[in-house]
């Protein structure tokens, strides 16, 4: 299958500070990746959808001022957690599609201090 | 009512035993359907994926979609201690930027 990677797969901040995330397909070209949220024994709670060269779009609920995302090729998008507080840790995980097909990355665990 | 439905569990087996893991759904434009495996503090894996109504076999696994009654499974035969995960069902439309839209997530332990 197709894979997708992320970066870093942990990180610990201070309370204020910001932290990107990249995602990355590496054998294939996506037109959409999608972000996703993951709290412990939960299921992914989808936070935004990026399409290349354009905005992403926002899942109600979500602060686009607090997560920016930027889909600046097709095969990279970033997150950035502006200003981060101890209640944005979690877990983050991308998703690149092909097709039909939806492939995740191994996320990235965000603990803010 | 969600629009897709998945029993949690914890559903706990022998080791050898076949597992059948469902999930119902509401929504008749779903087109696409998709079973992940996601170990813990992993991302998603993606082990099967069907369009409309059907079975699939990959080695182990069997995916079946029922559109007219709105129900999807996902067989596994043989089950081993490795298969012990959380499964997911997800189904899409047929648009590239629809997104998936998750069951909650059956938690399976299968024990030696």
Known sequence: GAVVSQHPSWVICKSGTSVKIECRSLDFQATTM???RQFPKQSLMLMATSNEGSKATYEQ??????FLINHASLTLSTLTVTSAHPEDSS?????ARTGPEQYFGPGTRLTVT | QKEVEQDPGPLSVP?????SLNCTYSNSAFQYFMWYRQYSRKGPELLMYTYS?????DGRFTA??????KYISLFIRDSQPSDSATYLCAMSGLVNTDKLIFGTGTRLQVFP
């Open chain 2, 53 to 57: 109504s059907g079975n699939k076999e």
């Open chain 2, 15 to 19: 080791e050898g035993a076949i597992v």
């Open chain 1, 91 to 95: 877990f983050y995980i991308c998703s």
């Open chain 1, 61 to 66: 609920g979500v602060e686009k001022d607090k």
């Open chain 2, 64 to 69: 079946q979609v029922d559109k007219s009654s």
């Open chain 1, 34 to 36: 999608f972000w996703y």
